[in-house]
Nanobody, 123 residues
Framework: QVQLVESGGGLVQAGGSLRLFCAAS????????MGWFRQAPGKEREFVAS????????YYADSVKGRFTVSRDNAKNTVYLQMNSLAPEDTAVYYC????????????????WGQGTQVTVSS
């Protein structure tokens, strides 16, 4: 079992930045690929970014490439999402996810989900 707890969300003006945190506990963190998803009101949950077990391989949704950066610190059991140049369309609940299989995580079927953290970008 893996428990995921997100933090760092909040209200920010367009063009601003936020850094999300996801703290993991339970099984060995370094055994899991980690990812971020988001769900805006009235929309389905969508993939944002993922990072491999060692952090060497990262994937991003086209909508966030060049603005968002995913990273992890296996010593701290934490994954991060640095979000820059935020826009109102980035407003959503952001979820952290974990799975030993990167492909399964990227298609939105990870073994574990966090409870989410709200990000609101005002225009």
């Amino acid at each position: 079992q893996v428990q995921l707890v997100e933090s760092g969300g909040g209200l920010v003006q367009a063009g601003g930045s936020l850094r999300l945190f996801c703290a993991a506990s339970g099984r060995t963190f370094s055994m899991y690929a980690m990812g971020w998803f988001r769900q805006a009101p009235g929309k389905e949950r969508e993939f944002v970014a993922s990072i491999s077990l060692t952090g060497a391989i990262k994937y991003y949704a086209d909508s966030v490439k060049g603005r968002f950066t995913v990273s992890r610190d296996n010593a701290k059991n934490t994954v991060y999402l640095q979000m820059n140049s935020l826009a109102p369309e980035d407003t959503a609940v952001y979820y952290c996810a974990a799975d030993p299989d990167t492909r399964r995580l990227r298609v939105g079927s990870p073994d574990y989900w966090g409870q989410g953290t709200q990000v609101t970008v005002s225009s």
